[in-house]
């Protein structure tokens, strides 16, 4: 099947452009033109203006981010269309619409959005229309703290977690922070709400949420000279109690310094590291954190996608409307610019 993609990639030449997260199968990294981080292919997807044919192997949102940010010529198209993210799932417009109006009922006209790049483009598209941006785990410190220095206080959708996490070390505390319940409507906050500087939508990826206190008590018992890092998606106990949090490439460069790690984020990522490192002692702080989304790509939905397109057989692409799309750029241009 290798050779099979390759000889077509030879012959599609600039015309393709395979992208790949990192959280995909070694099967599908080794067929890419580029591996990345959402932030890193997000880049990727901006620059690029030769590929007509982008083929997206991750999860939906990333598809979505990657046809708002080419040209209309270019076509993104995924192997397999029903990966999605159960945490992009947890935002929608309409609750979005609905939270707005309880939060500027409780506080006012002082709240800027900010969406993780982890949800539907509607979530981009809210967030660009009253001003806000986009962040990814590879650049939330700087963006927060753009939207702390831009509004009063930031809601941040739809992942609780790297809110939490990110504002916490940029000084803000727990006790300043509410939580969005989406399915109640409840606004959860203690004291003052004048005090309030993130407001976190109760959202989170089930695949590092599910990495517990007890994973990381385990690896210091059975690790004691290890280095234990996570994705900032994990709880906050789990992040506090880790010694080093960061997004996908932060987790990968940091096992380059250094011999003994326990790292916290999906399988796939990690076994990559293990591979790659045979010299290392790398282990898993979570062997069941698998992400089966990322998972539904292989390499045989990915030759046949590359079969159909090199026939002119095109499948729907992924397309997000021109309106989602204008607000949603808004959104994604003002985070890269920052
Ligand atoms: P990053 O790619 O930003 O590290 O996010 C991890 C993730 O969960 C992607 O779905
Ligand atoms: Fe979504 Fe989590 Fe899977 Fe990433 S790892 S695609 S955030 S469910």
């Given at each position: 099947m290798n050779d099979k993609i390759k000889a077509i990639k030879d012959r599609l030449g600039d015309r393709l452009l395979i992208l790949a997260h990192h959280y995909q199968s070694d099967e599908i990294v080794a067929a890419a033109d580029a591996v990345g981080d959402s932030l890193k292919l997000a880049q990727i997807a901006a620059a690029n203006?030769?590929?007509?044919l982008i083929v997206f192997c991750g999860v939906h949102f990333m598809a979505e981010t990657a046809d708002i940010l080419t040209e209309d010529n270019q076509l993104v198209f995924m192997?397999?269309?029903?990966?999605?993210?159960p945490m992009a799932d947890m935002a929608d417009m309409s609750s979005a619409k609905a939270a707005w109006a309880k939060l500027t009922e409780i506080f006012g006209d002082s709240i800027v959005p900010i969406t993780y790049i982890n949800s539907k483009a509607e979530i981009k598209a809210f967030c660009g229309a009253h001003g806000g941006t986009t962040v990814t785990s590879g650049n939330a410190p700087s963006v927060i703290k753009w939207g702390l220095e831009k509004a009063k206080r930031i809601l941040f959708l739809p992942d609780q977690n790297l809110g939490r996490n990110t504002a916490y070390d940029l000084g803000?505390?727990?006790?300043?922070m509410a939580v969005y319940h989406?399915?109640?409507?409840e606004v959860e906050f203690e004291g003052?709400?004048?005090?309030?500087?993130m407001i976190l939508w109760d959202g989170y990826c089930p695949i590092h949420h599910r990495i517990s206190l007890d994973h990381v008590k385990a690896a210091r018992a059975n690790n004691p000279d290890a280095k234990i890092i996570v994705h900032p998606e994990c709880t906050f106990e789990v992040a506090e109690a880790a010694d080093g949090k960061g997004s996908t490439e932060y987790l990968i460069k940091a096992t380059a310094n250094g011999s003994d790690f326990v790292v916290g984020t999906e399988q796939h990522l990690v076994n990559r590291l293990i591979n790659a490192n045979p010299d290392k002692n790398i282990a898993m702080l979570?062997?069941?954190?698998?992400c089966e989304d990322m998972g539904l790509t292989n390499d045989e939905s990915l030759l046949a996608l590359l079969e159909a397109l090199e026939r002119g057989d095109y499948p729907e692409p992924i397309k997000v409307d021109k309106e989602t799309a204008a607000d949603a750029l808004k959104a994604l241009n003002i985070m890269l610019s920052l």
């Open positions: 203006k030769t590929a007509e192997p397999d269309r029903r990966a999605g993210c803000i505390g727990l006790e300043q989406r399915e109640t409507g003052n709400p004048e005090n309030i500087r979570d062997n069941k954190a698998v």
